[in-house]
């Protein structure tokens, strides 16, 4: 396996590939399917791929002290985490999820913040690999511990409420909100108990599901299309969402459609909405 093979794959890898080098030794497959998504889908494929470790960055990868869900740990705690899943710092590792690309951009972008760029999406997910008949089995591979995976930086590409509320009179940056518009606009309230119903101000929406084609991202060409048509180019763009997964949906999106000035609100709208001092909109009909 080369490095070429990530640097070409625009941060995505084909399920061919994966079959084909499925028993390269410095190859990790990483399930990152969230067990009780707020977000339900109706047809999700069992089972896992064959060897694929488990990626839990809702109850194990987390910041277990933050009281909102899915936080971004400390980069000393993602170190340890990842190095006892047997990781090295010269392994590739490919994420996927069951619902074709939902929750398996959260553990890209994480990887990408620690300074890990031997990270790739599996194109389609577990569905695409069921519907191209690979082989899927009931467990997971169970992790073999002493990698020695290390964390070259912190890029800082996840921001706090204060680095958002600071953006959202700056001129320069684009703060744009993957939920749906029902929640986004307040006419919708929130799955979540407690939180207030709208969104940041002069915040945009773009909801996830527009940049994907049935569990798929679209082609990079009408990815830039989307995005030019959105906003004329920013410098920056901070995407948010319901708990900081879907945000990073659209921060994939935007890196591949050529924008790489990108974070990700890790509070997102869970903290955000049931902060009262801080500011919401809604739109009005």
């Known amino acids: ?31 990152a399917s969230m067990d009780n998504p707020v977000n339900k889908f109706d047809d999700v494929v069992t089972g896992v791929i064959p060897d694929s470790l488990r990626f839990d960055f809702s ?37 996927y999820d069951k619902q074709g ?28 690999w069921h519907a191209k008949g690979y082989a899927i089995v ?25 680095y958002v509320l600071n ?10 909100d993957a939920r749906g518009y029902g929640r986004f606009s307040g006419q919708e309230s929130e ?23 049935q569990g798929k991202l679209l ?8 995005f030019d048509e959105l906003v004329p180019a920013p410098k920056e763009f901070i995407f948010s969402c319901g708990s900081g997964v879907t945000a990073c949906i659209l921060a994939l999106a935007a890196e591949i459609a050529g924008f790489h000035k990108v974070k990700v609100y890790d509070g997102s709208w869970s903290e955000w909405g049931k902060d009262k001092l801080l500011p919401i909109d809604t739109v009005q009909n």
């Open 1 to 31: 396996m080369t490095k070429n093979d990530f640097k070409n794959s625009t941060f995505q890898i084909d399920c061919e590939w994966l079959n084909a080098h499925l028993s390269d030794a410095d190859l990790f497959v990483l399930d």
């Open 59 to 95: 109850n194990k990868i987390v910041d277990k002290s933050a009281t909102n869900p899915n936080m971004m740990p400390s980069a000393a705690v993602f170190e340890q985490k990842i190095q006892q899943l047997g990781i090295n710092r010269n392994s590739y590792v490919v994420v």
């Open 101 to 128: 690309l939902f929750s398996a951009a959260r553990a890209w972008f994480m990887f990408k913040t620690m300074g890990f760029d031997n990270v790739a999406i599996l194109r389609g997910g577990l569905p695409t």
């Open 138 to 162: 009931e467990y997971h591979k169970e992790p073999a511990g002493g990698g020695n995976f290390v964390v070259t930086q912190d890029r800082q590409l996840f921001v706090d409420k204060h």
């Open 167 to 176: 953006a959202i009179s700056d001129d320069d940056i684009q703060i744009v």
């Open 191 to 213: 799955p979540r108990e407690g939180m207030r119903s709208g969104h940041i101000p002069n915040s945009l929406n773009l909801h996830y599901a527009s940049v994907l084609n």
């Open 219 to 226: 082609d990079e060409v009408e990815l830039k299309r989307i």
